[in-house]
């Protein structure tokens, strides 16, 4: 009765975040089920986000498996599951993923996730992945990569926090050689901090 109260649209997003410890029990999912398509896209992903705590993943081949999934839900899942990993065999399965990322299905938004997923774990193979998108140069002496991806690995290495991306972080808002579109998204990402 509290979610399909019309009086508490407005706090039903930070509502369903705040339960980032739930683990769905069947009937809990049945409710939440319908308000995967609700208005308010806070709500979708943070009824998203919950219920992919009911999705089981046993190993790494699992999570792969899910991140090849249609269903945000899964995909989700699948992160939950390399972020708790945490070691260097799960980031470079995930870098893997993430440097073939653009022959799958996965959204915008599902990228940004599964970068700041791959920072969050602070892995030497995750480093280095994110290191290479901001500064390896083709024959011309340009970055290789693009904007797009560049904001990526920027949102990565603000999920990091650590002294290896700090250092890189400064390097983006200081070079002229990243575009405006980059340095604000990182002032937008730190919360205008710069």
């Known amino acids: ?12 997003a930070p509502f369903l975040e705040s339960l980032s410890d739930l683990e769905p029990s069947p009937q809990i999912i049945t409710v939440l089920e319908a308000y995967r398509t609700h208005k308010d896209l806070n709500v979708v992903e943070a009824v998203a986000e919950l219920l992919s705590r009911a999705v089981s993943v046993n190993n790494l081949k699992d999570a792969r498996r899910l ?6 839900t899964e995909q989700r899942a699948g992160l939950r599951f390399f ?16 440097i073939n990322i653009n022959d799958t299905s996965w959204d915008r938004l599902a990228q940004r996730r599964a970068y700041a997923c791959l920072g969050e ?15 390896a140069k083709g024959l011309t002496g340009k970055l290789k990569s693009n904007p797009e991806q ?45």
């Open 150 to 194: 560049q904001i990526l690995a920027v949102r990565g290495l603000v999920a990091a926090d650590d002294r290896f991306s700090e250092e890189l972080l400064k390097a983006v808002m200081s070079e002229k050689q990243y575009s405006g579109k980059v340095r604000l998204a990182l002032t937008r990402m730190r919360g205008g901090k710069g």
């Open 1 to 12: 009765s509290f979610l399909s109260n019309p009086k508490t649209v407005g706090v039903l």
């Open 121 to 135: 774990m602070r892995s030497h193979h995750g480093h280095d992945h994110l290191k290479k998108i901001l500064t």
């Open 67 to 72: 991140l090849d999934s249609k269903d945000s």
């Open 83 to 98: 972020r708790q990993a945490g070691d260097e065999s799960a980031a470079q399965v995930l870098v893997d993923f993430l």
